[in-house]
């Protein structure tokens, strides 16, 4: 499988031939569940027409992030400033959402980052043995 991913890496768009290709091997725990804005957990967004509605099994929603948006235009209004258009006038209120495979990458890559920076994977995306021993050295509370 190593040998199979750095064959594409050095014949992939773009290439990096005759470049050096390590592997990182990153668990993929909670990083389609939590937020890669903010880290809350997120949750499965509630669509479809009133009567027939479901939850998405490829959409989440941050409620944090909703919240953080939803001040942001409320702010804006107050000082007059113009609202972006929307399509419908529904759209002012929903939440903000976000693909679970978007959201695993981008914490994937965070995760990637941490460990170049030689950072602890961090906290909202570790299993809860290693969250356990961050309570217990008293890096979070
Ligand atoms: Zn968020």
New binding site residues.
Partial sequence: MEAAVIRSAHAGAGGCDAQDVHIVWVSEYHTSKH?F??G?ETTALIVGREGRQHRSTRLRA?A??SSKLQERRNARAARGQPQQPRKDATAAMRPWTVDRDVQGAFNIAYIGLAWLMKHPRPYHLSTPDVQERWRALGWVS
């Fill in positions: 937020c804005r903010c809350a941050c944090q992030c």
